[in-house]
C-alpha cells in the first residue's frame, strides 16, 4: 500500500538531509580558513616571541576554533539550496497521484517551513521531517472535519446517507461495510435500493443485505430513484430505524439524465449526507469526479475506496485539497470489516514510514 509516494518522500528526506549536510561542510571549510588564515602569516614580532608565548596564543586560538565551529553547527536553508530537490519531489509526487495543483501546494509550504529557520545539525532530521510531516496534515485539512460515528451520534434519526459516484468504485459494497459498522455500534440500519439502473444491482443489495441482517426498500429496475429512497425514509421513520442508507446507481458526471435523477434525488429527500464513493485507484480521476458531483449536487464528504490496493496513495492528499471536504472512511479490502474511520495522522504515518 502506498509504496510509490512512500519512497519518494523518504528520497525527499534524505536527499535534503544530503543537501544540508554539505552546506554545513562548506560552511565550517569557509570559517576554518579565516581562522587558520593568522597563523599561515606570522608577524616578525611573533617570530621573536619566546615558544611559551607562542604555545599560549595557539591555546588561544585552538579555544576559539572550538566556539566558532559550535556556532557552525546551525544552519538555514535557501531556497536556492532546496530549488533541484523540491522540483524533483513535484514531479515525483505528480507520479504518485497527486494533483498538479496540489504538488504546488505542498512545494510553497514545504519550502516555506524548510527556510524559515536556522537548524541545529542534530536537529535536522527530525526538522525535515516535522516540516513535511506538518505539511502533509495541513493539506489533509477539510473546510469543515466530519467525525463518521459521532455525526450519526448526535443527528436526529433517520439519518439519510446517500451513496454517489461513479460506475464500480465501491458504492454498494461500502454501504454494506458502513452499515455493519453502524450497527456494531448499535445502530439500526435500513437500505434503499436506489439503484433501479443497473440489472442486477437490486438483488446485489438484497444479497448483502441478508448477509449482515438488514431491510431493503425496494421498487422494481426501471422505478424511480427517489420514490425508493422516499418509502425508505418513511419506513424508517414510522419504525424508528435510526440510518437510511441509499444506494444510487453508478454515473459519469457527464451524464447529464443520470445527473439530473439525482439531483430529484436530493430535492425529495434532502439527504443528511452525501458521499462521494471514489476509487483511490483512479487518482487523478476521482479527484475530478469529486469535483464534478460537488459541482453537480454537492458532496459532504468522501470516502475512497481500494486503498489495500493501491500502490500510489496520492489520491487522498489531491481530493481534499482540491475540493475541501473531508474523508470520513476508507475502503481497505473486500470483507465487511474492512472499513476504517480516515484520520490524517494514520495516513501521513503511513506514507512517511
Ligand atoms: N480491494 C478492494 N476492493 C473493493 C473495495 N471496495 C469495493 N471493492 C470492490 O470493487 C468492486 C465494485 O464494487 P461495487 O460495490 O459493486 O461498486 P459500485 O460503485 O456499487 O458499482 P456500480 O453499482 O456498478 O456503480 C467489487 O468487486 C468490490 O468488492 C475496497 O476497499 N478494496
Ligand atoms: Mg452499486
Known amino acids: 500500500m502506498f509504496q510509490s509516494i512512500r519512497k519518494r518522500l523518504n528520497s525527499f528526506i534524505g536527499s535534503t538531509e544530503e543537501q544540508a549536510e554539505k552546506k554545513l561542510a562548506e560552511q565550517q571549510a569557509e570559517e576554518k580558513l579565516t581562522e587558520e588564515q593568522p597563523e599561515q602569516e606570522p608577524t616578525e614580532q611573533a617570530e621573536k616571541e619566546p615558544t611559551e608565548q607562542q604555545a599560549e596564543k595557539k591555546l588561544k586560538v585552538s579555544k576559539v576554533t572550538q566556539v566558532r565551529s559550535a556556532l557552525s553547527s ?5 531556497e536556492k539550496d532546496l530549488d533541484g530537490i523540491l522540483w524533483q519531489l513535484q514531479l515525483d509526487l505528480i507520479q504518485s497521484d497527486v494533483a498538479v495543483e496540489t504538488a504546488e501546494k505542498i512545494l510553497e509550504e514545504l519550502k516555506e517551513k524548510l527556510t524559515s529557520q536556522e537548524v541545529e545539525k542534530n536537529k535536522l532530521d527530525s526538522f525535515i521531517k516535522n516540516s513535511l510531516r506538518e505539511t502533509l496534515i495541513d493539506i489533509l485539512a477539510p ?19 446517500l451513496f454517489l459516484g461513479v460506475n464500480g468504485t465501491g458504492k454498494t459494497t461500502t454501504m454494506a461495510k458502513a452499515a455493519k459498522y453502524l450497527m456494531d455500534n448499535g445502530f439500526s440500519i435500513i437500505f434503499a435500493a436506489g439503484d433501479t439502473f443497473r440489472a442486477g444491482a437490486i438483488e446485489q443489495l ?3 443485505a441478508h448477509n449482515l441482517g438488514v431491510k431493503v426498500i425496494k421498487h422494481s429496475k426501471g422505478a424511480d430513484s427517489a420514490a425508493v429512497i422516499y418509502d425508505a425514509i418513511e419506513h424508517a421513520t414510522s419504525k424508528n430505524i435510526d440510518v437510511v442508507m441509499a444506494d444510487t446507481a ?3 458526471h457527464t451524464n447529464i439524465n443520470l445527473m439530473d435523477e439525482m439531483k430529484k434525488v436530493c430535492r425529495v429527500n434532502s439527504p443528511d449526507l452525501k458521499i462521494f464513493v471514489g476509487d483511490a485507484l483512479t487518482g487523478n480521476d476521482a479527484v475530478e469526479q469529486a469535483r464534478e458531483f460537488n459541482k453537480g ?4 464528504a468522501v470516502i475512497l475506496t481500494k ?16 475540493t475541501k471536504k473531508p474523508i470520513i472512511l476508507v475502503g481497505m479490502g473486500q470483507s465487511y470489516g474492512d472499513l476504517k474511520e480516515f484520520d490524517a495522522d494514520w495516513f501521513v504515518d503511513e506514507i512517511m514510514s
Open 307 to 322: 486503498m489495500d490496493s493501491d500502490a500510489k496513495g496520492g489520491s487522498a492528499l489531491s481530493i481534499v485539497h482540491e
Open 143 to 161: 473546510e469543515k472535519e466530519i467525525k463518521f460515528l459521532e455525526l450519526i451520534r448526535n443527528s436526529p434519526k433517520p439519518v439519510k446517507i
Open 297 to 300: 449536487v454537492g458532496i459532504d
Open 206 to 208: 438484497e444479497k448483502h
Open 74 to 78: 546551525r544552519l538555514r536553508l535557501s
Open 250 to 252: 453508478g454515473r459519469m
